[in-house]
């Protein structure tokens, strides 16, 4: 199918080829693991939830647990009800989680399980122990993307949990306790955002949070719930906070806006703080809302960033870039692009909303403004603007990884999914560390090719 990509661009309206995106659940079954203690429970057919769970085991390369229904041609007649209660009794009777976290799938969309409805039956009946909770998001795949699912499960740990008690604004102001909702970032970007915010001295409560359950130390023993993730007691407790960084407008901003409109916390919505203008943003609003100095490590990390940056220009100025990816990830990284003086000549994402597009075209403005910008789209699309016009460098998820090779583009991996690289598993791409390994990645790619290709005259020992 790669090679048989034609530049010959006919309309399309009904169909997608590798979309740059995957299905709601697999979002929600991630953001349910940030949450302590916590067990993801896919409401419909046991395919469905396989597939989630080794989508996201194969991104982590650790083991993801999840429980389903189980539907059966029974339950996709008559309903999910009996499923859901047999699985709620068996979830907490065999494996005791602090919470359950229900999403749906297309099945269970398309019958119309009334899930508020199956929790509050079993509630009544006792089959959910007392202390323990459930929660749940509506995520049918036929709408959305992965990204949806994530903002849908974030959204319920608010509606189901966050309560305000009433604080004033001077007993909020003299907490100074910040709510932080990454986004869909991996677990070293959520422990980099830690490292950062408490480095600043900044009180803070950060959910979801998979640091510490998928990025877990071989000690020789399984924990089927780590000690990571956000407690039930500090979601509860977020409706409390001062205020909300809600990073990344598709994936953290529903979450942001519930907690102001049911408990009065106001929200700043920042990019995801990837690259050097959007972690100066970042670091600005802990600065701000956290009533804090900025200390001079930070400041130093700052430095290193903008060295390097002044010494790689050499090598970044005027390249042309295609970039495909999850919205908030593409928003941020274009924002990158460009302080990086390089042309994101093609800028897409496989999820809707027309923010992308605007946002995108906004960073753009000046230094490419002729940039193909589009959301909703798929990487043979990109594949075909490529072969009309071809680019320097390819930036995306794993399945980019084909254009890269028919093409002979250097392509830097980066965002959801890395199905085959494990560097995500360790070292961040948010902050200024993370600026830095990304510009280390996109140098190495370039100059690779370079010293592959070039002639022995310009095989230079130095760079
Ligand atoms: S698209 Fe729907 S049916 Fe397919 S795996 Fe996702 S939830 Fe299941």
Redesign the pocket.
């Known amino acids: 199918m790669l090679d048989g990509t034609t530049a010959t661009i006919k309309p399309r309206e009904a169909l997608r080829i590798n979309p740059a995106k995957t299905?709601?659940?697999i979002g929600a079954m991630y953001a349910a693991l940030g949450l302590h203690g916590c067990m993801p429970h896919s409401h419909?057919s046991q395919?469905?939830c396989a597939?989630?769970r080794s989508h996201l085991t194969r991104h982590f390369k650790e083991p993801v647990v999840a429980t389903s229904s189980s539907f059966t041609e029974g339950a996709s007649v008559f309903g999910g009800l009996a499923n859901m209660t047999q699985a709620l009794n068996n979830i907490f009777t065999i494996y005791n989680p602090e919470v359950v976290a229900v999403h749906t799938?297309?099945?269970s969309e398309v019958i119309g399980d009334d899930i508020p409805m199956m929790i509050k039956k079993a509630t009544e009946e006792g089959i959910i122990p007392n202390g323990k909770v459930v929660i749940h998001a509506n995520t049918p795949?036929f709408v959305g993307s992965h990204v949806t699912g994530f903002a849908n499960m974030v959204t319920a740990m608010v509606k189901y949990l966050s309560e305000s008690t009433g604080l004033t604004q001077t007993q909020k102001e003299a907490n100074r306790r910040l709510n932080i909702i990454p986004g869909f970032i991996d677990p070293s970007d959520m422990r980099e955002l830690k490292r950062i915010a408490e480095g600043m001295g900044v009180g803070f409560i950060l959910f979801p949070d998979t640091s510490g359950v998928l990025d877990l130390p071989q000690d020789g023993h399984y924990r089927m719930f780590p000690g990571g993730g956000a407690t039930v007691e500090q979601i509860k407790a977020a409706g409390d906070s001062l205020a909300t960084l809600a990073l990344g407008h598709f994936t953290s901003r529903p979450a942001a806006e519930e907690l102001d409109e049911k408990c009065g916390v106001p929200a700043a919505l920042l990019d995801l703080p990837i690259g050097l203008t959007n972690t100066d943003r970042f670091i600005h609003a802990l600065r701000n809302y956290g009533g804090v100095d900025v200390p001079a490590t930070l400041g130093e990390e700052r430095g290193r960033l903008l060295d390097a940056m002044s010494d790689l220009h050499q090598y970044f100025h005027g390249k042309r870039v295609a970039v495909s990816g999850d919205p908030d990830h593409v928003i941020a990284l274009t924002q990158f692009l460009v302080d990086l003086d390089m042309q994101p000549a093609f800028v897409i994402t496989g999820s809707m909303g027309n923010h992308f597009e605007t946002r995108i075209r906004e960073i753009l403005a000046e230094q490419v403004p002729d940039a193909v910008v589009e959301q909703n789209t798929d990487l043979f699309a990109l594949h075909q603007w490529i072969k009309n016009k071809p680019v320097d460098v390819i930036i995306g998820n794993t399945y980019s990884k084909y254009i890269s090779r028919v093409e002979n583009i250097p392509f830097v991996r980066f965002g959801f999914p890395t199905l085959d690289r494990m560097g995500h598993r360790y070292f961040p791409s948010v902050g200024y560390m993370g600026a830095l390994r990304l510009m280390e990645k996109i140098n190495d790619a370039l100059l690779d090719k370079h010293e592959r290709e070039c002639a022995d005259e310009y095989f230079e020992l130095v760079h």
Do not use: E, I, K, V
């Open positions: 299905c709601q659940p419909g395919g469905c597939y989630h799938t297309c099945l795949s």
